[in-house]
């Protein structure tokens, strides 16, 4: 019998209203996948004229990739208030340091504290596979965010693919 084939896979929606059914047919390279690792690994300070503050390195691992991302505390910050609102997480945060913040023991326990926090996100699925986190781990560009300063192809370690 000649005609188009009929479609196989019903289109299921998932909770942001994209098309799910044919997900393992996209080629690897446009599939989203999930985080290995994501590890706060070190931290400076920087200085922008007068203004001194501190960046911490966040080293990202999805599977075979590894890039890093830097982040000031702020953005850690508003990352928290983000997904406390949108997903009611209850994780310890750390509190903020208003004076002697750049005081190398407040930086390294600051450091260990985020580092805690980061890996507390990852053990929550719902939050891990959120846009808000994928973006502040840049894993996914979100341009209306605060997170991505940089385009794609400017994140440490990370390779385009053409």
Not at 34 to 48: A, N, P, Y
């Amino acid at each position: 019998m000649c005609g188009p084939k009929p479609d196989l896979l019903p289109n299921k929606l998932d909770s942001r209203g994209r098309e799910t059914a044919r997900v393992n047919t996209l080629p690897l390279r446009y599939r989203v996948r999930t985080l290995s690792d994501v590890t706060v690994k070190s931290s400076t300070v920087e200085k922008q004229g007068s203004d001194a503050h501190v960046v911490y390195a966040v080293i990202v691992s999805q599977h075979d990739e590894q890039w890093t991302v830097h982040r000031r505390y702020r953005q850690f910050l508003n990352l928290h208030t983000k997904l406390t609102k949108l997903y009611g997480i209850t994780l310890e945060f750390p509190e903020r340091i208003y004076f002697n913040n750049r005081d190398p023991a407040v930086i390294q326990q600051r450091e260990a504290a985020l580092n805690s926090y980061i890996k507390g996100l990852l053990d929550i699925d719902r939050v891990k596979e959120s846009p808000e986190f994928r973006t502040f781990v840049g894993a996914e560009i979100d341009l209306n965010s605060n997170y991505t300063q940089f385009s794609y192809a400017f994140r440490s370690g990370r390779q385009l693919n053409d």
